[in-house]
């Protein structure tokens, strides 16, 4: 007998349970002809099959995004009691068990009613995390695999991957007040008491909290450490920690974290439960945001201000990038870490090359599944149009604009808005002393009132902005 389980992206734990008996062949995929059905656009219509071997079994890549066990692409291999192989770099995980005694060891729920063929409804979604992927996208995928796809290597086609939000973590729509708390432990006292210092005497999960890092409306920050290592730990805010869409908010935080794998995007350390409360744990970045430089070292050069956008364009190619593409929504000045290794008493030495920014606050989901209807991102950053939970990547590229703004001059983008009826506004680039007007050439193409007059990719932008680098040099 051979079991296959499906597992929880975070814990690990089996959320769907295929049992087979008598099979000598078990086909995994995106088509319904397939014994074990997922719905995600980088698993393949037909993309794995265990075969049986004499007394064993042996796994069969035959996805065009492959197939991973311990990280490795494989092509065949033996399966062994207990292998978990992944379909695709950031799909679905399978657990493979062998013999009967597997069944006792599960809970009765995922046991009972189970056949084989046994479908599981694996849809990805947008970045607005509530509705499916298209079917256009689908099909697109589909195209690929027909032309052959790709080779060996790791890489998806058209250099995109998706990120697969499981059906238990789709939020609802629910009031913070809504009598959902039954099935949750009671969440302890935030601590807020600190010494003089602003230290903090507590540990939880075997990290010491060293210090509150900041207080949002849904989440509290901490630094921690571990291990002689420093790390981030995000946790709720006592007003949210009995809210079960909070949880599954956090949750899905640390699942897309998990799968973001980008020099400048600090990295997925752990998700756990402490004292019945849940903490996600990243790398913690030391350095000093570029809100924090601007206040203190006062407003750069547009050299200096380009160079860094440059550097954003590209973690925009990574974000956007993903299938569907991945806004961040909220790319504003307290969102990007100038690492401390390139600053030299708090101030960035001439003859250091900029490469040093990284890309924080992916914490905006949470308002996203919490807070339907509330505004998304930071005012004067984010479209008057598009102040609203859907987003698309436009979203990040209209920010370019007034981030630079605010690096070159130091000011907030909202005062250089034409204002209408005291309510709308509009950002208006040629309200900002000293910029060329080729540069105004571009901001202005970046915030256009109407979307279709704005760049389309970050590509475009990117290829302007070296332009404009390049006969300024010259000139």
């Keep these: 007998m051979i079991t296959l389980l499906l597992l929880h992206p975070l814990k690990r734990t089996p959320i769907q349970v295929w049992p087979f008996k008598g099979e000598s062949i078990i086909r995994i995929g995106r088509s319904t002809d397939n014994d074990v059905i997922l719905y995600s656009a980088v698993v393949s219509r037909h993309h794995v099959e265990l075969r049986k071997m004499g007394s064993g079994w042996e796994i069969v890549n035959l996805g065009t995004n492959g197939t991973y066990l311990d990280g490795k692409r494989i092509m065949k291999v033996a399966a062994e009691d207990g292998s978990v192989i992944r379909l695709a770099r950031s799909g679905p995980n399978i657990q493979i068990r062998l013999g009967p005694e597997v069944l006792k060891e599960l809970p009765d729920h995922l046991v ?154 600090p990295g997925y350390v752990d998700y756990f439960m402490g004292g019945g409360q849940p903490y996600l744990v990243m790398d913690w970045v030391p350095g000093q945001s570029l809100a924090n430089y601007v206040a203190t070292q006062g407003a750069v050069d547009v050299e200096r201000a380009i160079a860094w956008l440059l550097e954003i364009c590209e973690i925009l190619s990574y974000l956007h990038g993903f299938l569907p593409p991945l806004p961040h929504r909220n790319l504003e000045p307290a969102n990007f870490i100038l690492k401390s290794r390139s600053l030299i008493n708090g101030a960035i030495p001439n003859n250091r090359a900029d490469g040093d920014l990284v890309l924080i606050g992916f914490g905006t989901i949470k308002s996203i599944v919490l807070e339907l209807g509330r505004s998304v991102g930071s005012s004067g950053y984010i479209p008057p149009a598009q102040l609203e939970t859907t987003a698309n990547p436009q979203v990040d590229l209209y920010a370019l604009a007034p981030l630079l703004v605010h690096l070159v001059t130091g000011q907030n983008p909202v005062a250089f808005c034409d204002r209408e009826d005291g309510r709308s506004y509009q950002f208006n680039p040629r309200l900002v002393p000293g910029l060329s007007s080729s540069l105004v050439a571009i901001l202005e193409r970046l915030t256009r009132a109407e979307v279709g007059d704005r760049y389309t990719s970050v590509t475009e932008v990117e290829a302007d902005l070296r332009n404009l680098l390049c006969l300024q040099s010259v000139s």
Excluded at 124 to 153: A, F
Excluded at 209 to 218: D, K
Excluded at 239 to 245: K, L, P, R, T, V
Aim: proline share 8%; glycine share 8%; charged share 20%.
């Design 112 to 265: 009972s009613d189970r056949s084989t063929g046994q479908r599981f409804d694996h849809q990805p979604t947008v970045t607005d995390v509530t509705n499916p992927l298209p079917d256009e996208q689908l099909n697109h995928e589909t195209d690929l695999e027909q032309k052959g796809g790709t080779e060996l290597g790791g890489q998806q086609p058209t250099g995109q991957s998706i990120i697969p939000v499981p059906s238990h973590l789709r939020p609802i729509s629910a009031p913070p007040d809504a009598d959902r708390r039954e099935s949750l432990p009671n969440a302890p006292i935030v601590i807020q008491q600190t010494d003089e210092a602003g230290n903090l005497h507590q540990s939880v999960g075997g990290y010491q909290l060293l210090q509150v890092l900041g207080q949002g409306h849904i989440g509290l920050t901490y630094l921690a450490r571990r291990d002689a290592r420093q790390f981030v730990l995000k946790t709720l805010n006592s007003s949210w920690a009995n809210h079960e869409q909070a949880w599954a908010a956090l949750e899905m935080e640390a699942e897309l974290l998990q799968q973001l794998q980008h020099p400048k995007i």
